[in-house]
C-alpha cells in the first residue's frame, strides 16, 4: 500500500502561484494513478486533477483547467500540482490520492490519501 504526503501550501495573495507536491512511500509508484482533491470550508471535498501511470495523460476540473498543471516524477515518486492566477475560491485543503484500478474523477477509485495541505488565498 502507497502512503502519501502532501507539501507546498501555505497562504498566498490572489494572481500568486503555488506549487504543491505529494510524494509516496512504498513501491511501485508508477503502477498508481494520481488524483488531486480540495476540500473548501464548508463544502464538500471535489476532484481538481489527476494523471495516469506514465504522466502523458491528465485532466482537469473546468474551474482549474488553464491555471493548474499537473505533472509527476516517478524516479522521484512524486506528483506535482503547479497552481498558477490563484484565486479567493482555491482556497481549500488540498489531497492527493492514489489509484491502482482506473484513471478518473470519482473518489471512489482512489484508495490511499494523504493527509492534505492547507492552500489559503486572500484577496
Known amino acids: 500500500q502507497v502512503e502519501l504526503v502532501e507539501s507546498g501550501g501555505g497562504l498566498v495573495t490572489a494572481g500568486d502561484s503555488l506549487t504543491l507536491s505529494c510524494t509516496a512511500s512504498?513501491?511501485?509508484?508508477?503502477?498508481?494513478?494520481i488524483g488531486w482533491f480540495r476540500r473548501a470550508p464548508g463544502k464538500d471535498r471535489t476532484f481538481v486533477s489527476a494523471i495516469n501511470r506514465s504522466g502523458g495523460g491528465y485532466t482537469y476540473d473546468d474551474s482549474v483547467r488553464g491555471r493548474f498543471t499537473v505533472s509527476r516524477d516517478n524516479a522521484k515518486n512524486t506528483v506535482y500540482l503547479q497552481m498558477d492566477s490563484l484565486k479567493p475560491e482555491d482556497t481549500a485543503v488540498y489531497y492527493c490520492?492514489?489509484?491502482?484500478?482506473?484513471?478518473?474523477?470519482?473518489?471512489?477509485?482512489?484508495?490511499?490519501w494523504g493527509q492534505g495541505t492547507q492552500v489559503t488565498v486572500s484577496s
Open positions: 512504498g513501491n511501485n509508484f508508477s503502477s498508481y494513478i
Open positions: 490520492a492514489a489509484s491502482a484500478r482506473a484513471f478518473g474523477r470519482a473518489e471512489s477509485l482512489y484508495d490511499a
